[in-house]
T-cell receptor, first 113, second 111 residues
Framework: KAGVTQTPRYLIKTRGQQVTLSCSPI?????VSWYQQTPGQGLQFLFE???????NKGNFPGRFSGRQFSNSRSEMNVSTLELGDSALYLC????????????FGNGTRLTVT | GEDVEQSLFLSVREGDSSVINCTYT??????LYWYKQEPGAGLQLLTY???NMDMKQDQRLTVLLNKKDKHLSLRIADTQTGDSAIYFC???????????WGAGTKLIIKP
């Protein structure tokens, strides 16, 4: 099975712009979670989607949003980018049950200048 | 609140065993996970253990769980240079579907 695929791998944006990141989960996985990873804050949970519905949400401002499509692919959008949004954004998929481990993609490195 | 703690660094000699430790606070944990992150990559699931188990072994990896002390460890036998990475432990609990993550332990291999 192919693993979790995230595109693009790298992005450079300017403060105030918006950005959309994409994630294709492992085939058959219905849950997709998004994380932000920075050296100072570690892994921070953004949100989780299951069967096209947001099931859980972390403590991020409304500028961060996401969605999931019927084929389980997910997108994450950040509007009005700030310098502090520079981070590695990780997507993880799972089968969705409570005991299902997360499988991560290689992430999208976002740099905001 | 719920918390997972790990040491930030561990330095071992090539060929020795590495033991990475993790402590957690929530006694309602169900599953505990170990992930490995190499530079520039995402997190790779190494192994996980159900909370009613004491030990799990998978080739060079041994996971030990002491539920009474809320202590989890990952032992890597015969540590190689390819084991250089950051190792994260994570806890899933009954009360919180989302994983609670440690800050990660950077494993440094000395020749």
């Amino acid at each position: 099975k192919a693993g979790v695929t995230q595109t693009p791998r790298y992005l450079i944006k300017t403060r105030g712009q918006q950005v959309t990141l994409s994630c294709s989960p492992i085939s058959g996985h219905r849950s997709v979670s998004w994380y932000q990873q920075t050296p100072g804050q570690g892994l921070q949970f953004l949100f989780e989607y299951f069967s096209e519905t947001q099931r859980n949400k972390g403590n991020f401002p409304g500028r961060f949003s996401g969605r999931q499509f019927s084929n389980s692919r997910s997108e994450m959008n950040v509007s009005t980018l700030e310098l502090g949004d520079s981070a590695l954004y990780l997507c993880a998929s799972s089968e969705g049950a409570n005991n299902s481990p997360l499988h991560f993609g290689n992430g999208t490195r976002l740099t905001v200048t | 609140g719920e918390d997972v703690e790990q040491s930030l660094f561990l330095s071992v000699r090539e060929g020795d065993s590495s033991v990475i430790n993790c402590t957690y606070t929530d006694s309602s944990s169900t599953y505990l996970y170990w992930y490995k992150q190499e530079p520039g990559a995402g997190l790779q699931l190494l192994t996980y253990i159900f909370s009613n188990m004491d030990m799990k072994q998978d080739q060079r990896l041994t996971v030990l769980l002491n539920k009474k002390d809320k202590h989890l460890s990952l032992r890597i036998a015969d540590t190689q240079t390819g084991d250089s990475a950051i190792y994260f432990c994570a806890e899933r609990t009954d009360s919180n579907y989302q994983l609670i993550w440690g800050a990660g332990t950077k494993l440094i291999i000395k020749p």
